[in-house]
């Protein structure tokens, strides 16, 4: 985010209620004449310090904190108090902060929600307050039009499962990140959660417990009321993009099915988990010099993220090659609880939403469970992936067994938070001598390269290097809906920006300190092509430059506008 334009604006807040607007709040850093004009002049020290002199004295209280949830929970102060400073505190020290306010801090924020929460934010709906429901999404909606709602039922928060009402924390962080990375205004964008009730005893049994206190509601019920809910966005939000997170495995499929059609939806844990790992996939088998058609690839924990890749992989296998759908489906084995998902396994052992081509049929599988290292031995892939959240899977000789196959073998353990991951970076590069090309769900030092002196920098291959750029880009567009073919214009515009392309032992996906502009050219990418299928806005501008302009200055910064008293103004 930079920091150029200053315009003015009318607002019609003052005194304590214009302090207390964290969209409006300036702090320190109202000047004289708004101090004046606005009744603020006693209510603040003398000094007007600039955005700059704010955020270097945010970023000192940030450092006092002693742990990253207490550095996690002053950041949501901040956000609370005052919108501009928490976003320019963000991006100054992006790095730093980012696994604090997102994977893996914030998922210990979502698990202890009831006993760390200090203020609301967005909006709560549950099921005894049903017949409510559509005052409270107007009142929340504040009478403005939405770019962006992100929902939770909280049933599959990042791999630490049901959280119940604490799942508003991963809908507002994941809203966070488009406007940090895609510029999506914050006022135009609404966190939800749909707290349907919990499984987790431990919640429920918790007397802090801040949410509906009953068993997950199911089957009919919870579809009414997702129903509802739907309705309501595509009635009086209609241009608005509906991202769906961390809903259960069954429930996410079906309702991105379900949905695609009549609204512009997104579900960031199978489409945004497949396409920025299909980036990260090419960035690969660039550096192996083979053809996507060519790899063979294991996919360990077949939930939302394992075939929301699959399938995006697989898609990606068809149109690069002149494969079928069903020979490019050969090419994956996808293993969950009850290893790998083959014919001969009992029905309830295999989700029914899987799609038979991704089964394997072969009979030299035989009866029983088949697991990881037997799969590995027999299959010898070139890719494995990890989304099972099952840590340490990728076991010492699961990773040598890989390597007595393949030259580089691909790796990527995706299972979220840091200590769900299938293998420690620094354990996969030891083990295969050096040769993984890896990439990860969350953050991880760089490893050494034997008999270098460089490091090789493990690509974070999280959903958020490429979300913000989809979701961006469809918002841009006003398409009526995210199609897989700007999917896959934002993964491929992706993979081109990958650092090992240039050189192969740099890392598979660019830094998370680039997520700006690396989601901006997502966001164009995808854009181009719903011009290109016809599905864009006739308001979108005609020429590729001006379009580039357009979206540019579309983007929202981190500035103060100025402020001049209007009663008709912001409030
Ligand atoms: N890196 C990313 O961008 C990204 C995106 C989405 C999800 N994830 C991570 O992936 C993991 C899975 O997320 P999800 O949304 O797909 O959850 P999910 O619950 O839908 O899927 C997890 C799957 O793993 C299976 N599983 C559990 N234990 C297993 C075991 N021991 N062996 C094999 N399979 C096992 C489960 O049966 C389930 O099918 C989480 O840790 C999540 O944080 C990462
Ligand atoms: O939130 C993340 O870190 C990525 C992903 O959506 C997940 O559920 O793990
Ligand atoms: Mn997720």
């Not at 304590?16 to 702090?27: D, E, M, Q």
């Not at 606005?38 to 955005?51: I, M, S, W």
């Not at 135009?188 to 801040?210: R, S």
């Not at 506008?561 to 209007?566: I, L, Q, S």
Request: proline residues 5%.
């Amino acid at each position: 985010m930079t920091t150029t334009s200053q315009k003015t604006i009318k607002v019609a807040l003052r005194g304590p209620a214009l302090l207390n607007n964290p969209r409006f709040n300036k702090g320190s850093a109202f000047t004289r004449k708004e101090r004046d004009d606005f009744g603020l002049r006693g209510r603040l020290p003398y000094a007007v310090d600039t955005l700059q002199e704010q955020v270097d004295r945010a970023y000192q209280q940030y450092q006092a904190r002693s742990s990253d949830i207490l550095r996690n929970s002053f950041l949501q102060s901040l956000k609370a108090q005052n919108w501009t400073l928490f976003y320019a505190l963000l991006s100054a020290h992006l790095e730093e902060l980012f696994p604090i306010i997102y994977t893996p801090t914030e998922a210990d924020a979502i698990a202890n929600y009831s006993h760390l929460f200090r203020r609301s934010e967005g909006l709560y709906l549950s099921p005894p307050l049903t017949d409510t429901m559509e005052e409270d999404f107007l009142d929340a909606c504040e009478g403005r039009e939405l770019e962006l709602i992100v929902v939770s039922d909280a049933e599959a928060i990042l791999g630490i499962g049901d959280q119940g009402s604490g799942g508003i924390g991963i809908s507002a962080a994941k809203a966070v990140i488009y406007t940090l990375a895609a510029g999506v205004d914050p006022a135009k964008a609404l966190a939800v959660t749909l707290d349907v009730g919990t499984n987790n005893q431990d919640l429920l049994d918790d007397p802090l417990y801040m949410g509906y206190r009953e068993k997950r509601l199911r089957g009919q019920g919870y579809d009414e009321f997702v129903d509802k809910f739907v309705a309501l966005v595509k009635k009086h939000q209609p241009k608005c993009l509906l991202h769906f997170e961390d809903f259960g495995v069954s429930n996410a499929q079906r309702l991105l099915a379900k949905y695609r059609d009549e609204h512009s939806i997104f579900n960031d844990d199978i489409q945004g988990t497949g396409a920025v790992t299909l980036a990260a996939l090419q960035a690969a088998i660039s550096v192996t010099r083979t053809n996507i058609e060519d790899q063979r690839i294991v996919i360990y924990g077949a939930g939302s993220a394992g075939l929301g890749i699959a399938r995006q992989l697989r898609d990606a296998i068809v149109l690069s090659s002149s494969c079928s759908e069903a020979e490019a489906a050969s090419r994956f084995y996808l293993l969950d609880k009850h290893g790998l998902l083959k014919r001969s396994l009992p029905e309830d052992q295999i989700r029914p939403e899987i799609e038979s081509s991704l089964i394997r049929s072969e009979e030299d599988w035989g009866d029983g469970e088949t697991g990881l290292l037997e799969v590995i031995k027999k299959v010898k892939p070139t890719v494995l992936i990890g989304t099972s959240t099952h840590p340490k899977a990728f076991t010492e000789e699961v990773v040598k067994e890989m390597c007595k196959h393949v030259d580089r073998p691909i790796i990527f353990p995706l299972s979220n938070p840091t200590r769900l991951c299938e293998v420690h970076p620094k354990d996969a590069n030891e083990w295969s001598g050096g040769k993984a090309l890896m990439a990860t769900g969350s953050p991880f030092p760089p490893v050494d390269i034997p008999g270098s002196e460089k490091k090789y920098v493990v690509a974070e291959c999280n959903n958020a290097m490429i979300y913000p750029g989809l979701g961006f880009g469809t918002i841009l567009s006003q398409s009526k809906a995210m199609t897989p073919d700007m999917i896959v214009a934002g993964a491929k515009r992706l993979s081109e920006l990958a650092p090992a392309l240039k050189d192969p032992d740099q890392a598979l996906l660019p830094p998370f300190g680039d997520i700006g502009d690396i989601n901006f050219e997502i966001a164009l990418a995808v854009l181009e092509q719903a011009v290109q299928d016809g599905d864009a806005s006739s308001e979108v501008p005609k020429g590729k430059e001006e379009r580039r302009n357009w979206a540019k200055g579309r983007r929202w910064t981190a500035v103060y506008p100025e402020y001049e008293y209007d009663e008709g103004g912001y409030k």
